[in-house]
């Protein structure tokens, strides 16, 4: 294959790591998302809708310097301004900047937020992984208690139960910032002891952020991991206190959850509850997360705001959810099944279709409809494959009467209705 004709092929192909949506994956999304916020509403968050691009240093302040985000993962541009701007790699960032940019401390605390859509990390794709990603997230500002952990979490939950999947949640706690200090001076300490065992990409890790080498996925880590300090034995009387009313909450409403001592989440910006989403396969073995998120309570100081603002929030990740989903869970409102199969032949009828199709939009009648064709049997022949129960046949008689054939598919029977009655007409249908 010549260079030219690769890159020509190349140019018809998604960019690697994203993909298109169509057909029935397309209204699954969609779906997915109407539900989603329906739950949320019911629980009293608001929609509120983010820019795609941000300032690079709300990501590099906010999630972290040795973050995987900010260090290999983030798509950054810079405008002919030289404003340095990114692609949002994560949602919690952008939101607790459009907090504080519109002044919403002023209001009633705490608020309830919920937003949605793509975001973008360069990492490398893989099952039910992309560069392109869709997530659903939730937050709640302005407030320290914890019975808004316990909201976060249960809201989360009941969404990933419409996927017909069963879900386990995982949940720690990483205490506030004095806890964190004190119990990373113990971990660094674990992990020089035991250098010779963790790999080598965990060693790098260990003089920027220990915390991640102890939610290491290498293997070798994982095992020294079993022997490492719990944060549990360094909290202090108001973090026990806060993560004890948490779990209290959780069993309170019969949210199954376990605590794993080694989940600390990937960001800077997490204190206190962190938890996530799991799977599990056919043996029994966790087969991947489905989301998660905790308790972030500095990140408007990391930003750079002079208020302190706790808050806590969660991120699911949308294309494992529809993966991982039973079929038909996720049908969106605006995909009904079609109840009648509309039917035209002729110039004349063609010219006048549109007002047919406008009395069944304006009624909420759920219609099909093949414009381009112009034979009866093939178009009848559509109708039967779909299996819509009722034919409009709109031809040139028709045009000129003023009048529609409604024919019931299964028994053959037709009535002649004129258009100024079809609405009430079909209304009468079962």
């Known amino acids: 294959m010549s260079r030219s004709s690769k890159i020509n092929k190349d140019l018809l192909q998604a960019p690697k790591g994203m993909r298109d949506f169509h057909g029935d994956i397309f ?83 705490p608020i309830f937020l919920y937003y949605g859509g793509p975001f973008f990390r360069h990492e490398r794709p893989q099952k039910g992984r992309y560069r392109q990603f869709y997530q659903f997230g939730l937050e709640i500002i302005g407030s320290e208690n914890a019975v808004l952990d316990a909201i976060i979490i249960q809201t989360g939950y009941q969404i990933l139960m419409e996927t017909g999947t069963e879900i386990s949640i995982k949940i720690n706690t990483l205490g506030d910032s004095e806890v964190r200090k004190e119990y990373l001076k113990k971990l ?73 001592h080694t989940l600390v989440r990937g960001l800077d910006y997490y204190t206190h509850t962190v938890f996530e989403y799991v799977t599990y396969n056919s043996n029994g073995e966790e087969s991947f997360a489905l989301g998660g998120g905790g308790r972030y309570d500095e990140l408007a100081n990391f930003m750079g705001h002079s208020k302190r603002v706790p808050a806590v929030g969660l991120g699911l ?35 006048k279709a549109f007002n047919i199709i406008e009395i069944m939009r304006k009624k909420k009648y759920p219609l099909k409809h093949s414009l381009s064709k112009n034979n009866l049997s093939k178009q009848l022949g559509i109708a039967e494959t779909l299996s819509i129960p009722y034919a409009l046949i709109f031809g040139q008689k028709e045009a000129i009467d003023g009048t529609v054939i409604v024919r019931d598919m299964k028994t053959r029977k037709q009535d002649t209705v004129k258009i100024v009655d079809l609405a009430d007409h079909l209304k009468k249908l079962k």
């Open 27 to 109: 209204y699954k999304k969609q779906g997915f998302f109407e539900k989603a916020q329906e739950i949320a509403e019911y629980y009293g968050f608001s929609g509120i809708e983010l820019p795609v691009l941000e300032h690079e240093e709300i990501f590099t302040k906010g999630v972290g310097d040795n973050t995987d985000i900010v260090e290999k993962e983030i798509y950054t541009l810079k405008t002919k301004g030289g404003s340095k701007l990114a692609l949002r790699p994560e949602g919690t960032a952008g939101i607790m900047r459009s907090y504080i940019e519109h002044g919403m401390g002023s209001l009633p605390q």
């Open 188 to 260: 660094k300490l674990f992990y020089k002891k035991n250098k010779g065992r963790i790999s080598t990409k965990d060693l790098e890790r260990l003089e920027k952020n220990p915390l991640r080498v102890l939610d290491s996925k290498e293997p070798e880590t994982i095992i020294v991991n079993e022997d490492a300090p719990t944060i549990i034995d360094t909290l202090n009387p108001t973090s026990k206190k806060h993560f004890k009313a948490v779990l209290e909450y959780l069993d309170a409403a019969h949210i199954p959850y376990e605590i794993d």
């Open 317 to 351: 990740g949308v294309d494992r959810i529809l993966e991982i989903s039973k079929e038909e869970v996720f049908n969106p409102k605006i995909r009904k099944k079609p109840k009648f199969f509309f039917i035209q032949l002729g110039y004349e009828a063609k010219a």
